[in-house]
């Protein structure tokens, strides 16, 4: 797997492919959702590869191009349509056709140009701007938004109908701190794409107390920010090995390494690994659960914590494991969180979480 496959062998991600196996054969539009930097993008190629269509998979950043060109470079146009159009140009509608269309941040296309695109699903035809001809198109549309679209049909920024239009099939991508167990394997790929990089130097490499440590970090970033981690680690050092000191230290927040310091790096290496060999030894599973004391060090990224709100939302994710895991038996869930079954039947409530359908 290569920094620009789908990297992960979580429940998550798991649940991520067998959404792309049932959808890529099929012509179906596709929703991609998650926050930026979960690998939006990877889900389209990954659609696309896995599909029959012959054609190129076509991709364009509806936010990263100014409405006023948007149209132009989506549909096409015909020359002397305006100025500066000496010869008539394809779209990337008509770039794709026979292959797949990705329209990426689609929450952020303008209202009026959001009328033309639905024409275009609904009639499979196209307008090149200045021209009044229908073109038609064979495409597979994948769409993708960080975006809570529905909040915004209420505020009036995006039209119900294009949004029902596409919402055919949504995939749900998770964030990173979704799914932590991950990042070990997904810092081998980043670091073997890098190795095919001219500009790259000896890769560095992670022990397990730094490989630890990124599992700890709430990546608000998510995976784009942990390959520039990986890449600024390659800058700081070159053909070393890091353990927690350094991630913490000097990768997440970035400070240049004092070589003075680095002369106890051993001792340090050492200290963290035999905290996580603790660690490992206090549980009876293969995901260690983090400490206490790891909250100490999220002050460090954070100016403010809403503890209230993250303490209910991990009691509500262990809650809904427990169930699934015990495929709904409140009483085998209750033991396995330790509660008498009165209590987890009141949390239930109080959480309004429903049993898992058997």
Known sequence: MGEDELVGQSAAMRDVRRLIDIAAPAKTTILVLGATGTGKELVARSIHKSSARKGDLISINCSAIPAELLESELFGYEKGAFTGAEKTRQGRFEMASGGTLFLDEIGDMPLPLQAKLLRAIE???IQRVGGGKDIPIDL???C????????DIEAGKFRADLFYR?????IKLPALVERAVDIPQIVVALKRAMENQDNNGPLPEFGESALQEFMRYPWPGNVRELRNVIERACLLYPGNKLEAKHVRNHLLRLRAPDPAEEQDALWAASADLEQADIADNETDNDTPLPHPSHYRDWFAYFDTIDVRRHLQDIEI???EAALEKSNGMISHAADALKLRRTTLIEK???FMIEKPVS
Do not use: D, G, Y
Not at 166 to 170: D, K, T
């Open 123 to 125: 009639t499979r035809t």
């Open 144 to 151: 993708a938004t960080h975006q809570n679209i529905e909040a």
């Open 166 to 170: 596409i919402n055919v099939f949504p």
């Open 348 to 350: 239930m409530k109080k």
């Open 140 to 142: 597979r549309l994948v």
């Open 317 to 319: 994710i262990l809650i």
